[in-house]
């Protein structure tokens, strides 16, 4: 089964807000970018899922096309340091997560330990629907995930990992004794460049 992951477009934050659940809007042009994203993505994909998150549920909305929610895909919540900005978080706090972020959380928010479970769960759960292709609209915290799986990536290494707005990420779920995820490619949506190796 092939899988395609894309990020949401650039979003308008231009006082620094935390977000992960947090809705914060699209740069206008997302709509010509939804538009490129479409031109570049297959014609025939049997399914497409996306974060519930306002953000990644307008590029399909533009597009009059049908598709599913799923939580799964959301983005980290940061608990208490949604809809704050950066700067308004106590350093302390913002320390002390940082030092561990795979297994600490944000105040009252979730671990990125736990993130990447139920994105990776999520996934191989969708190799049971025997769809040939399908498409998740997510964040890139899910997407890192997603590397991580794929590359062998340790949890604390994933923040490396450059997730563009204007990438497809092109991975495969391969059968075997359990299913197990590849990295095949990524295209740039507005060079079509198609890269098969992250830097």
């Known amino acids: 089964m092939e899988l395609f992951v ?8 231009p006082n620094n807000f935390c977000y992960g659940n947090f809705d914060i809007p699209l740069n206008p042009n997302y709509e010509l ?3 490129m ?3 570049n993505l297959p014609n025939d994909l049997d399914q497409i899922y996306s974060s519930p998150s306002k953000r990644c549920t307008d590029l399909l909305d533009f597009q009059n096309i049908s598709f599913s929610t799923h939580n799964d895909l959301r983005e980290l919540d940061f608990g208490d340091w949604e809809g704050k900005k950066w700067d308004d ?3 302390k ?3 002390y997560w940082m030092e561990d972020y795979v297994n600490r959380s944000p105040k009252n928010g979730e671990k990125m330990i736990d993130l990447y479970n139920r994105s990776i769960e999520f996934t191989y759960k969708t190799f049971e629907s025997n769809c040939q ?3 998740f609209v997510t964040h890139a915290g899910v997407i890192r995930a997603l590397f991580a799986e794929a590359l062998k990536i340790n949890l604390n ?13 092109r991975f495969q779920i391969n059968s075997s004794d359990k299913p197990s995820l590849l990295f095949l490619d990524m295209t ?6 198609i890269i098969q190796k992250l830097d």
């Open 37 to 39: 994203f479409f031109e």
């Open 157 to 169: 290494q994933i923040f490396n990992i450059a997730i563009q707005y204007d990438e497809i990420y």
């Open 33 to 35: 970018k939804s538009k």
């Open 133 to 135: 292709k399908i498409l």
């Open 6 to 13: 894309i990020r949401h477009t650039e979003v308008q934050n």
């Open 89 to 91: 978080i106590d350093e």
């Open 188 to 193: 740039n949506i507005l060079t079509g460049e």
């Open 93 to 95: 706090d913002l320390n």
